[in-house]
C-alpha cells in the first residue's frame, strides 16, 4: 500500500511540475510556479496517510497479535527495496536542489520515508527469526509516527512560500550587495521579495542615492540596475529611490548621534530615511526606526518613547517624527 501511494506521489509530482512549467497569461499574469507547492502538500498528505494507515494496522497487531512467517525470499526483496527507495531518495533530493523543487524534494522525503518503514519490516523478520520476537506491531507503531512526522515537515516546508516567510538571510544579502554595488548606491532599506514559484521571485528595495544627484542621472542608475537584476539573478527587482544628504554637515551630525543612540538602545535595531528639519525654536528629526519582527507592538512603542527622551536629552531642541517599521528579513539563529 505504502508502495503503490508512491506511483500516485509521481504521478501527482510529474502533473504538478508540467503545469508549475505553464507561462503567464491573462488570468495569471505571474505565471503558474504556486502549483508546484500545492502538488507537494498533496504528496505530504499522502504521507500522512500512509503513515496514519500503519499507525491503525500496528496497533491492531499490538492489542491482537498475529502469527507472523519467516522467508529470506522476503528478506532479500525487501532489502532490494531499501536500496532502490534510498537511491531514488538520493536523486530526487539533488534533483529538486538543482532545479529549486519543492515537489521533488518531498518526493524524495517520501521515499526516506519508505526506506524506514522497509527497514523496520527487515527488522521485525530478523528478530522473529533469531530472537523469537514478534515486534512486527511495536516496531510498525514507532515507524508509522516517523513517517507522519516526515510528511507534516513536507506539508509545513510547501505552505511556508504559500502564506508567506521572511527573507532568507543569504538572499537578503545577495541582492542588497548586487544593488548596493552600483556607483551612485549609497546604501539599501526595506528588501522585500514575493515568491511565486520556486523559479520565479519579484522583489522591491529602497535604494539611498545622494541628494545632490541630477534625479535623470539617479533614475537611470535605478533602471540599470533593475534590468541587469533580472538578467544576472533571475528577480523581477522594483526600486524605490530615496534621496539622502550627504553634504550637509549638520545633518549628518544629527544622524549620526541618532544612529549611536539606537545602538546602544538596542543593537538589533536600525534607522533609515532620516531627514531634518531646522526651525528656529525646534530641530524635527523625522526617520524609520526599524524593530526585529517578533518584538510586541508595546515593546516597540516603548523603545521608540525611550529613544526620544534620549535624542532630546542630547539636544533639547529635537523633535522625533519616527515611523515605526519592521524587518522582513529571517532572524539568524
Known amino acids: 500500500f505504502n508502495n503503490l501511494s508512491d506511483a500516485a506521489s ?22 503558474h510556479g504556486r502549483i508546484e507547492y500545492i502538488s507537494a502538500f498533496i504528496v505530504a498528505f499522502l504521507v500522512i496517510q500512509v503513515g496514519f494507515s500503519l499507525f491503525k494496522t500496528s496497533l491492531g497487531k499490538v492489542l491482537h497479535p498475529e502469527e507472523v512467517y519467516f522467508k529470506w525470499i522476503s528478506v532479500l526483496i525487501l532489502l532490494i527495496s531499501v536500496g532502490v ?15 529549486n523543487s519543492k515537489v521533488m524534494e518531498a518526493t524524495a ?25 514478534n ?4 516496531v510498525g507503531l514507532a515507524v508509522s509516527v516517523a513517517v507522519m512526522y516526515g510528511g507534516l515537515n513536507i506539508a509545513k516546508d510547501t505552505l511556508a512560500p504559500l ?26 532599506h526595506d528588501l522585500i521579495v514575493h515568491n511565486y514559484g520556486p523559479s520565479h521571485s519579484m522583489a522591491s528595495i529602497h535604494a539611498e542615492v545622494p541628494s545632490n544627484y541630477d534625479p535623470e542621472y539617479s533614475h537611470e542608475i535605478i533602471d540599470r540596475i533593475e534590468r541587469e537584476a ?40 536600525s534607522i533609515h530615511d532620516f531627514r531634518m528639519v531646522n526651525g ?54
Not at 539622502?244 to 544612529?259: C, D, F, I, P, S
Not at 524609520?288 to 534620549?310: A, C, H, Q
Open 10 to 31: 509521481s504521478i501527482i509530482g510529474f502533473i504538478g511540475v508540467r503545469m508549475a512549467g505553464k507561462p503567464a497569461d491573462s488570468d495569471h499574469p505571474f505565471g
Open 280 to 333: 528656529e525654536k525646534q530641530i524635527n528629526l523625522i526617520f524609520d526606526f526599524v524593530i526585529p519582527r517578533e518584538y510586541s507592538e508595546e515593546k516597540g512603542n516603548e523603545l521608540t518613547l525611550t529613544l526620544m527622551d534620549r535624542l532630546q536629552h542630547h539636544n533639547p531642541k529635537y523633535q522625533c517624527v519616527i515611523t515605526l517599521d519592521r524587518s522582513y528579513v529571517e532572524e539568524q539563529r
Open 230 to 269: 533580472m538578467e544576472q539573478l533571475g528577480i523581477s527587482l522594483t526600486i524605490h529611490m530615496d534621496p539622502v544628504e550627504t553634504r550637509n554637515e549638520e545633518v549628518l551630525q544629527a544622524k549620526h548621534e541618532t544612529e549611536k543612540a539606537v545602538e546602544a538602545l538596542d543593537p538589533r535595531c
Open 163 to 188: 502564506i508567506g516567510e521572511a527573507i532568507e538571510p543569504e538572499v537578503y544579502e545577495e541582492i542588497s550587495n548586487f544593488v548596493e554595488g552600483y556607483e551612485g548606491i549609497l546604501g539599501t
Open 109 to 133: 522525503a517520501d521515499a526516506m520515508g519508505d526506506v524506514m518503514t522497509t527497514s523496520a519490516a527487515i527488522l521485525s523478520l530478523l528478530a522473529l527469526k533469531y530472537l523469537n520476537w
Open 85 to 99: 527507495k534510498f537511491w531514488l531518495s538520493l536523486f530526487n533530493r539533488k534533483l529538486g536542489s538543482r532545479i
Open 135 to 138: 515486534i512486527d506491531g511495536i
